[in-house]
């Protein structure tokens, strides 16, 4: 990437700023052979996602959306070994835990990159993908407000100049399904309550220095009765979940000569979460992060090194009787048999990283980048080191072969494995090598191939130790493998769309002794068609269609019952031996737009899964009380769901 480009973009509606000492020149591709970027425009009409930001991925290969589609899963990685950015912040909590609805404005975002693995030295604490997202500016012309409404969120956005040289821009949105029934007599109440905001200040002190000011935050307070009593797992009655996060960065760019730029961020990151299980059961997590990080890049014509570190302290709080979170494959565990933990905690650690990578135009027709990436986590005392390569050789006239490798770690942070009765303090940093080959061409000005093929060497895994007095160790190792891919209509005046299948394997043991078993985020084929024309000025119209398999599960053999507990005794199979069935829906949107001099307004209309199919998403247990037996049955979600909105811009 050239110093240039840290300026050379700017918002709909504003005047470029000049820059006499630096010659603007076009972005460079980055090198990491699975980046695919959507803008704002491809993310807000997709058919199916509500114009929602992060659900627009799982239209990409090797992408598919957890049972509830509140997380997503990446080439057999579960939810936790992905990492989102915005503007380089680490965004908490991805998605509202009512599911499908992002915690981040797709209307706050100028694109998004997203690497599907083989990445970069810059990003950590990652081993399956990263989401980079960056956010647009603001309007330096005059104050613009668009206000979008749906059965489902109200949203607001308001934008416009600081003096000459600045702009802000401000979104929030609030849920509105608490205010809907969403059960009936003798069915599960679910009341989900969610909020979210995005506001970001940008000023230029100079031509070579600008300077951004970012604030983010999302609020969830989600609760679950059920009706019924859950016969494998009786203590779980009801279920709370509240949770609070606020962010706040600031960014200085600054390009000190053509060829040196660096971007400094400090920000800052305020988590509190409170979960209830039952009358009894409760966990307090309070956990405050301050970090500086610090990108540098030279270019030298043959040769663009990047190097930075990222250095950060925390605070955290732990208050509970509560249970560990169970790990991937434990079919059998249960709240009820699950050991209570009863933690009263306040500490702090620290951690840090440090990366150097270096690009090199070998010839005109080969480019290299290799680098390394140091991590430190004072928790659990641990060190990593990362070497990674990738390499893209030009074999004919826009046709590319690509390749990469690398060591991905993951830190034992996201459910407290290095916390004493959660986990084990001694608890090491989960690992993932990463094998990519991959093939693009340019088929047309606009019809890209891309085929991919990649190898994951999963070890160091957390799962439950067979040791005595040990909760957790890294005994767990894995496997995922797939070939993916992509042809893909680039943006135009008139259409965008593709075509993406991926087919993959990935399997995982606990244990030396222990049989493989297909992971719990296995699924072996997924196909989706898509596609998007402006018919004319005013009509918009798109389909998406999709099919996946089914997620893995572990098949209940037998139940007893005891009539002196008064309770069931489970025989399961084994482990994610029984699959559910495939997956599949068509999704339709249809879009009008109407421009009176500055007042513009859309209608949107979008109808969710048109043919109307019962996808299943997981496993419930039925109990018949006359025969004392307890069966598994496939629980959906939704038919049908028509989906509709209005914005209005002025």
């Excluded at 000492?21 to 491809?42: F, G, H, M, Q, W």
């Excluded at 909590?93 to 975002?109: E, R, Y």
């Excluded at 955290?316 to 249970?323: A, L, N, P, T």
């Excluded at 296995?522 to 918009?540: A, C, F, I, K, V």
Aim: aromatic residues 12%; glycine residues 8%; negative net charge.
């Amino acid at each position: 990437m050239l110093v240039s480009t840290l300026f050379a973009e700017e918002p709909e509606g504003e005047t470029p700023i000049s820059l006499p000492e630096i010659v603007v020149e076009a972005e460079r591709k980055p090198l990491d052979p699975t980046r695919e970027s959507l803008n704002n425009e491809e993310i807000t009409k997709i058919p199916g996602t509500g114009g929602d930001l992060i659900t627009s991925i799982f239209s990409l290969p090797g992408v598919v959306a957890s049972s509830y589609g509140a997380d997503f899963y990446v080439r057999g990685s579960g939810p936790f070994d992905n990492q989102v950015l915005l503007d380089q912040v680490p965004v908490i909590l991805p998605f509202h835990f009512v599911g499908f609805i992002s915690t981040i404005n797709a209307d706050f975002i100028k694109d998004m990159d997203f690497y599907a693995g083989g990445f970069s030295a810059r990003y950590g604490n990652a081993m399956g993908s990263i989401i980079d997202l960056t956010s647009r500016e603001g309007r330096k012309d005059r104050v613009a407000t668009r206000l979008n409404i749906s059965p489902v969120i109200a949203d607001l956005r308001l934008e416009g100049p600081v003096g000459t040289k600045g702009s802000f821009i401000i979104t929030g949105r609030d849920g509105l399904i608490e205010h809907y029934p969403l059960a009936a007599e003798g069915e599960d109440t679910v009341i989900p309550i969610f909020s979210d905001y995005q506001a970001k200040l940008d000023y230029e002190l100079n031509p070579q220095h600008r300077l951004s000011l970012l604030s983010f935050g999302s609020h969830d307070d989600f609760s679950l009765k059920y009706a019924k009593t859950d016969p494998l797992d009786p203590a779980v009655s009801s279920f709370g979940s509240r949770m609070d996060i606020q962010s706040q960065g600031i960014s200085l760019r600054s390009a000190f000569t053509p060829h040196l730029s660096s971007e400094l961020t400090l920000f800052h990151n305020d988590m509190k979460q409170k979960l209830n299980i039952g009358p009894d059961l409760f966990l307090i997590v309070d956990n405050e992060q301050v970090h500086l990080k610090d990108h540098f890049i030279y270019d030298l014509n043959a040769h663009t090194i990047t190097t930075g570190f990222d250095v950060g302290y925390g605070i955290y709080g732990v208050r509970s009787r509560f249970v560990r979170s169970p790990t991937e494959g434990e079919a059998d565990f249960t709240v009820t048999d699950a050991p209570k933990v009863t933690v009263d905690l306040k500490d702090n650690g620290y951690g840090g990283a440090y990366y150097l990578e270096d690009k090199v135009d070998i010839t005109p027709h080969l480019e290299t980048t290799y680098g390394i990436r140091f991590d430190y986590f004072s928790p659990t005392d641990n060190t990593n080191i990362s070497p990674r390569i990738s390499l893209r050789a030009t074999v004919a006239e826009d046709q590319q072969i690509k390749v990469a490798y690398g060591h991905y770690y993951q830190w034992p942070e996201r459910n407290g494995e290095f916390i004493e009765g959660f986990g084990t303090p001694t608890i090491e940093h989960e690992r993932a090598i990463h094998y990519i080959l991959g093939y693009e061409n340019r088929l047309t000005s606009n019809l890209d191939l891309d085929i991919q093929t990649y190898y994951k060497d999963l070890n160091h895994l957390i799962v439950p130790s067979d040791n005595a007095g040990v909760v957790l160790d890294n005994d767990g190792i894995g496997i995922s493998r797939g070939v993916e891919l992509l042809l893909r209509h680039r943006l135009t005046d008139r259409f965008f769309g593709w075509v993406s299948y991926a087919y993959s394997d990935s399997i995982r043991k606990s244990h030396a002794g222990d049989r493989w078993h297909y992971s719990d985020y296995d699924r072996p084929h997924s196909l989706t068609l898509l596609g998007n024309y402006q018919l004319n000025p005013r009509w918009n119209i798109g389909t998406r269609f999709q099919y996946v398999s089914g997620e893995p599960f572990t098949p209940l053999v037998s139940t007893t019952f005891d009539p002196a507990a008064n309770s069931y005794q489970f025989q399961f199979g084994d482990v994610n031996s029984s699959r559910l069935p495939p997956t599949h829906r068509l999704d339709l949107r249809i879009e009008y737009k109407k421009q009176y001099d500055r007042l513009r307004w859309t209608g949107y209309f979008e109808i969710w899964n048109v043919y109307n199919r019962l996808n299943p998403v997981g496993i419930s247990y039925v109990e018949n009380k006359t025969e004392k037996n307890v069966k598994q049955e496939f629980a959906t979600l939704f038919g049908i769901l028509p989906f509709f909105g209005i914005s209005v811009e002025f």
